[in-house]
């Protein structure tokens, strides 16, 4: 089956700590995207891809690192200098930069300990 | 930029009840708009999109129009069931750029 797969579905973080959520595809769609949604919040732009070895920042790139080394893979690191970064991950792709046919993995919660 | 504003912020209806979502946004110089479903604690499902050169677009018991000169679309669900309980976003394109969500709608169907 074609999807998108986030892992892990929950992460936790000690402060001071860098985490990384996992994003693959195997759908060959050139372009990935990071979102965050906090609670009652749409969704925010963290980081975006439109092709391997490539990637823009966001709205709120701001304490998280991106990588885009194979084009069915786009990991977010959330790194320590990001202060508040309990929310949930959505991670999403498409077959190119026009976002038609957008597909979303499940999430990943990320809660701080 | 372009924002986007979903009201109301949410909507709890009786089963079997027609009833309406709406979506405007401040530019309308777009692509194309999407309506989206999220379920509690999952990923979206895109369930229409409209270009901007369309009116509308139906799928089942759902219908999305689209006014851009007014900066406006509706997502109109018939004879809701509790199984339409989510929250519902919509999302536009600007063509440029990553597509802009406004914070959705959650919707309740009581049965």
């Known amino acids: 089956d074609g999807g998108i797969t986030q892992s892990p579905k929950y992460l936790f973080r000690k402060e001071g700590q860098n985490v990384t959520l996992s994003c693959e595809q195997n759908?060959?769609?050139?372009?990935m995207y990071w979102y965050r949604q906090d609670p009652g919040q749409g969704l925010r732009l963290i980081y975006y891809?439109?092709?391997?070895?490539?990637?823009q920042k966001g709205d709120i790139a701001e304490g998280y690192s991106v990588s885009r080394e194979k084009k069915e893979s786009f990991p977010l690191t959330v790194t320590s200098a990001q202060k508040n970064p309990t929310a949930f991950y959505l991670c999403?792709?498409?077959?190119?930069?026009?976002?038609?046919?957008?597909?979303f993995g499940s999430g990943t919660q990320l809660s701080v300990l | 930029k372009q924002e986007v504003t979903q009201i109301p912020a949410a909507l709890s209806v009786p089963e079997g009840e027609n009833l309406v979502l709406n979506c405007s946004f401040t530019?309308?110089?777009?692509?194309?708009l999407q309506w989206f479903r999220q379920d509690p604690g999952k990923g979206l499902t895109s369930l229409l999109l409209?270009?901007?050169?369309?009116r509308e677009q139906t799928s089942g018991r759902l219908n999305a129009s689209l006014d851009k000169s007014s900066g406006r679309s509706t997502l109109y669900i018939a004879a809701s069931q509790p199984g339409d309980s989510a929250t519902y976003l919509c999302?536009?394109?600007?063509?440029?750029?990553?597509?802009?969500f406004g914070k959705g709608t959650r919707l309740s169907v009581i049965a």
């Open positions: 409209i270009q901007s050169s369309q």
């Open positions: 999403a792709s498409s077959m190119d930069r026009d976002q038609e046919n957008l597909f």
């Open positions: 530019d309308s110089a777009i692509y194309n």
């Open positions: 891809s439109q092709i391997v070895n490539d990637f």
């Open positions: 999302a536009v394109n600007s063509g440029n750029t990553p597509l802009v």
């Open positions: 759908l060959n769609h050139d372009a």
